[in-house]
């Protein structure tokens, strides 16, 4: 099975392509900004790079949140109408998922973004799977829920650890560790829809005008 994988949930843009269990190519670039821009060329590169054409491809993996809104609507946009286009169904993975799984298997892995506004975005895993369902939680009970597996040896992963309290092992996601769960995805794949933990910070007119 020959897989793209594709991520703009976080502070970067990145792609992978995999053969099985060959890695044929993997390409990051960190940006905060500029995803939509930037996005379809570095797809096109990573193909370029991994030696394939797009009508090789079985399968599409994509970040599907929580993380930046902005960046979710571009990769989730891209993702769907690449698979549309070629007729090859598109994978929908958690970012919270993705970034347990760029970092070596751990007795617990804690996934953690820092949200701003006082939360931060967790889950958890052990090398069986999901823990906890992601969540959205104040940054105490987050500690708290950090503190529940005091016992156990924990890896923290993401941006939201030194909330925490811990050391970060990884702040982005592999895309060679999304295109793998992409490809171990069984039926029925999990669908390519946005996960929001929270509503957005954007807000219309009408709201801006009640609010002042």
Same mark, same amino acid.
């Given at each position: ?64 949140? #929580? ?13 769907? !109408?690449? !698979? ?9 993975? !958690?970012?919270? +998922? ?30 069986? !799977? ?57 039926? #029925?794949? #999990?669908?390519?829809? #946005? ?16 609010? +002042?």
């Amino acid at each position: 099975m020959i897989v793209l994988a594709l991520d703009t949930a976080l502070n970067a843009t990145s792609a992978a392509v995999l053969d099985g269990a060959r890695v044929l190519a993997s390409v990051t670039h960190t940006m905060e900004r500029g995803h939509q821009e930037r996005l379809a060329g570095i797809v096109r590169d990573t193909m370029a790079e991994a030696g394939v054409g797009f009508d090789a491809l079985d399968r599409i993996g994509v970040t599907v949140g #929580p993380g930046s809104f902005t960046g979710l609507r571009v990769g989730l946009a891209f993702a769907k !109408g690449l !698979g549309l286009a070629l007729d090859i169904p598109v994978v929908g993975v !958690g970012t919270l +998922q993705a970034l347990a799984a760029s970092v070596p298997a751990a007795d617990v892995t804690l996934a953690a973004i820092d949200a701003r506004r006082g939360q931060i975005y967790l889950q958890s895993f052990d090398r069986k !799977g999901p823990l906890s369902p992601p969540q959205a939680l104040g940054v105490e009970e987050a500690q708290a829920a950090f503190a529940a597996y005091a016992a156990r040896t924990v890896t923290l992963a993401g941006s939201g650890a030194g909330l925490l309290g811990g050391a970060e092992a990884a702040s982005l996601i592999d895309p060679v560790a999304l295109a793998r769960l992409t490809a171990a995805a069984s039926e #029925p794949l #999990p669908h390519a829809a #946005p996960l929001y933990l929270r509503a957005p910070d954007a807000k219309t007119i009408a709201e801006r005008a009640v609010a +002042q």
